[in-house]
């Protein structure tokens, strides 16, 4: 069974910067293909960004130069790297793994404010 568990988000000023982690309980993170989602109240969830199991990477349209999506395949851990934050990347930040079947973190709050 597959466990993810998010970390990283808070607080931070506009222009400022984050650093989401995601840590994968259970087996084979290598060959999942794995993504950052994104959702606030009353909207449906957002993709932002996915790497796939051989390391290639895609972003949404909102996070395109500006966040950066890495893994660590010897650690079980996926990232987001955020700069530039905005207002609006403020929103719950989710991890999602895929391969013969999907699973969700629980999230974690983003909120970019002065």
């Known amino acids: 069974q597959v466990q993810l568990v998010e970390s990283g988000g808070g607080l931070v000023q506009p222009g400022g910067s984050l650093r989401l982690s995601c840590a994968f309980s259970g087996s084979f993170f290598s060959l999942y293909d794995m993504a950052w989602y994104r959702q606030t109240p009353g909207n449906q969830r957002e993709w932002v960004a996915r790497i796939t199991s051989s390391d290639g990477t895609v972003y949404g349209d909102s996070a395109k130069g500006r966040f950066t999506i890495a893994r660590d395949n010897t650690k079980n851990m996926l990232y987001l790297q955020m700069n530039a934050l905005k207002s609006e990347d403020t929103a719950v930040y989710y991890c999602?793994?895929?391969?013969?079947?999907?699973?969700w973190g629980q999230g974690t709050q983003v909120i970019v404010s002065s």
């Open positions: 999602h793994a895929i391969r013969d079947r999907e699973y």
